[in-house]
Structure formats: C-alpha cells, structure tokens
T-cell receptor, first 109, second 114 residues
Framework: QKEVEQNSGPLSVPEGAIASLNCTYS??????FFWYRQYSGKSPELIMF????GDKEDGRFTAQLNKASQYVSLLIRDSQPSDSATYLC?????????FGTGTSLTVIP | EAQVTQNPRYLITVTGKKLTVTCSQN?????MSWYRQDPGLGLRQIYY???????DKGDVPEGYKVSRKEKRNFPLILESPSPNQTSLYFC?????????????FGEGSWLTVV
C-alpha cells in the first residue's frame, strides 16, 4: 500500500471556480502534511503545510486535515490559469517525507 | 538568498561511468535528502541525512551512495550508473524532520544514462 495516494487527474476547472484536490495517507503516526505545486520540469514549490485537524487558510488556498479519516485536501478558490500545474501531497512520517504521485490541474480561461 | 543548489543540472553519461551530483544548502538545515522523480511513480526518497555523519536509506537506495561530511553538503554518488537510473533528481533540505518542518527543493538534475 502506498504511503500517500492522490487521484492523478487530470482535473479541469474553469477560471474563477474552486478546485478541490484530495489526498489520503496510510500511516496514522504521520505528523505534518504539505501541499506542493510543481510546474513541468521544475522543482516543487511549497504552497502550505498543516499539522492540526481542521482548516488552514492562506490567501486563495485552504488546506483541510482530518486525521481520523487520514485525509488531507487543498481547495483553490478563484482558480487562475497560472494555477495550472501538478499538485503534490506530502506527508512527514518519522524521519521521512513521502509524496503522492500528484494531481494534474488545468484551469481553463 | 536561501537556497538548495545542485550540480550538474543536466548530464548525459554512459553506463558504468561513476558520477557525483553535488548538493549544497545555505540555510544551516540539519536534514537533507535526495529524491528521484519518474513518470507515474512520483517523488521517491533515495537517501536522507538527519545531520552530519548520519545517513539512512530511503525507499530506493540501490545503486546510490551518499555522504554527509559537512552540514551544508550532501552529494549523491552513482558508482556504476545504469540506464534505469535515468531520472530527474532533486536534493532537498529541511530544518529538521518532524512536525512543522517544511522541505525545500533544489532545482533538479536531469540525468540520462545511455
């Protein structure tokens, strides 16, 4: 079983809509959860992290964590074409960081 | 500027010719790691280091070596590269592992082994 699972997509949303990205993880001992954005051929860039149950908002982005369900999500409000990228969910478990395979998002103008 | 620097960025090499990909960070981070990224497989951790002289295997360590003689440097060594090591490699660092510590990536190194 993979440590971190994401739907690969592609996910397409119209400009201005809300994009919803989901991630599940297998280890209940995981402590910190991250969302990264990666443009093709570039390195991942941190969007935000969360480590407490509930919601965390940063600008147009909201991360949601539900440890009981082992579920992390990212909402992108007012999606822009520049948000088109692959979004990686990452989990810190012990001394290691595990990444999902990413969800490809396309925002259609 | 806070950054993780890796070199070379692009390399084509031949099977069996030893190579080293260097990685350096200027943020005084304790934790450093190497990942490879392959289509459909995502980012997979090769090795990580909690601090100087402390290294551990990640999920895909076969065919790779690392060392951590200084806090800022964490080179990845391919003693005898093979074509299945053709990949995009990322070095990353974090203040430390554990809750609340984020991981920062270098720009990546494209490696092709023919």
């Amino acid at each position: 079983q993979k440590e971190v699972e994401q739907n690969s997509g592609p996910l397409s949303v119209p400009e201005g809509a809300i994009a919803s990205l989901n991630c599940t993880y297998s280890d209940r001992g995981s402590q910190s959860f991250f969302w990264y954005r990666q443009y093709s051929g570039k390195s991942p860039e941190l969007i935000m992290f969360i480590y407490s149950n509930g919601d965390k908002e940063d600008g147009r982005f909201t991360a949601q964590l539900n440890k009981a369900s082992q579920y992390v999500s990212l909402l992108i409000r007012d999606s822009q074409p520049s948000d088109s990228a692959t979004y990686l969910c990452a989990v810190n478990t012990g001394n290691q960081f595990y990444f999902g395979t990413g969800t490809s998002l396309t925002v259609i103008p | 500027e806070a950054q993780v620097t890796q070199n070379p960025r692009y390399l084509i090499t031949v099977t069996g010719k030893k190579l080293t990909v260097t990685c350096s960070q200027n943020m005084n981070h304790e934790y450093m790691s190497w990942y490879r990224q392959d289509p459909g497989l995502g980012l997979r951790q090769i090795y990580y280091s909690m601090n100087v002289e402390v290294t551990d295997k990640g999920d895909v360590p076969e065919g790779y070596k690392v060392s951590r003689k200084e806090k800022r440097n964490f080179p990845l060594i391919l003693e005898s590269p093979s074509p299945n090591q053709t990949s995009l490699y990322f070095c990353a660092s974090s203040p430390r592992a554990g809750i609340g510590n984020t991981i920062y990536f270098g720009e990546g190194s494209w490696l092709t082994v023919v």
